[in-house]
């Protein structure tokens, strides 16, 4: 007659749950995007910077920088060559740059030479260098297929 009532009502199974009833399975889950790499204010780095993540400089690299994206601060300065999928340039650059998508804010300072698919500068911007592009990858030609080198002999 008398039963102890559950106030607490049952929880519901992982799968039952709004948020996950529609949401992948783990494994097809992509990766959460990382936080970029920093190279902080009065770092000074002497030597090479290479990596597929993002880095930020806002110190000082002596050397060559590889990276995926690089965003390059406004105190920031690279003193070598640049190459990189993405540069975001607010800083000063003193080298060459090759990149897919270079952009120059008005900040930014480069003396060198950049290769480019897309090359987009802010008024205010300096750049001393010269601006070459680069081919866009054609996916659908073939591969080329290197000739050999012509061999001379000289009598």
Known sequence: MFEKANKTPPRPQAEETPLNRNAPSTAATPAKPKAPSLIGPGLCIQGN??????????????GDVRVGKL??????????SVVAVVAEIRGHVKGPM???QVRLYGTARVEGDIAH???????GAVFEGRSVRLPKPESDAP????????????A
């Open 49 to 62: 910077v290479a990596g597929e993540a993002e880095v930020q400089i806002d110190g000082l690299v002596r």
């Open 71 to 80: 965003s390059l601060g406004p105190q920031g300065r690279i003193e070598g």
């Open 98 to 100: 090759k990149a897919r």
């Open 117 to 123: 698919e897309q090359l987009a500068m802010e008024t």
């Open 143 to 154: 591969a080329a297929i290197p000739s050999a080198p012509a061999v001379s002999s000289a």
